[in-house]
């Protein structure tokens, strides 16, 4: 029994470190028609931009807000959009903790506490081992805001852990975090409206 423990913990350490999709969060004003609005551009400078200059990051979130906006009927205008786009990314270092019920109730296998009662020594039921990992977590957001109310309609906020694979595709991450927030955007994509 005992050798199908480690067995068991590295397997729930693996599942539950397989997000299947990110967290999506979003929140807009009920009472903007979002049906109403067809230009959008992009808020200067951007907040994922750094002293004075535009991020490779801000470029991958602009090609795929672009692509979505546009799939939703709208059109970039850089001289006088009705929506201004916004982004805001944080990476953070997070801990995941993780307890695993142990399976002995009491009784031991083998050579028990130094030889001495074999069999009669194991942890405590109530022992159980706790397992800690540390990961990085990233959140991007996305403001729409009514240009000419300067005010925010909808703000999609995407949260998941970020890993050696992410960061070697950037651009595919970022394609995957827009995608996601704008499948809850008020206006439906042409996937969503089937």
């Known amino acids: 029994m005992k050798p199908l423990l480690p067995f068991a913990v590295a397997c729930a350490l693996a599942l539950g470190g397989c997000a299947t999709a990110p967290a999506v969060h979003v929140d807009y004003d009920r009472t903007a028609d979002f ?17 004075g200059y535009q991020t490779i990051l801000s470029q991958y979130l602009k ?7 546009e799939a939703r009927g709208m059109r970039l205008d850089t001289g006088a959009p009705q929506l201004l786009v916004n982004f805001s990314a944080n990476l953070s270092d997070k801990l995941r903790v993780m307890s ?36 990085k977590e990233g959140t991007l957001n996305i403001d ?32 995957a975090a827009v995608a996601a927030a704008f499948a809850k955007y008020p206006v439906p994509g042409p996937a969503q409206a089937k």
């Open 35 to 51: 049906t109403s609005y067809k230009t959008f551009g992009f808020a200067s400078p951007l907040g994922t931009d750094r002293n």
């Open 63 to 69: 090609v795929a807000t672009q692509r979505e906006m």
């Open 100 to 135: 695993t019920p142990n399976m002995t109730m009491g009784v031991g296998v083998g050579r028990g506490y130094y030889g001495y009662r074999a069999g009669m020594y194991s942890a405590w039921p109530m022992y159980d081992p706790t397992y800690v990992t540390q990961y």
């Open 144 to 175: 729409v805001v009514d240009a000419a109310r300067r005010q925010l309609v909808w703000e999609g906020v995407v949260t998941d852990s970020v890993t050696q694979k992410t960061l070697d595709n950037v651009q595919a991450a970022v394609d």
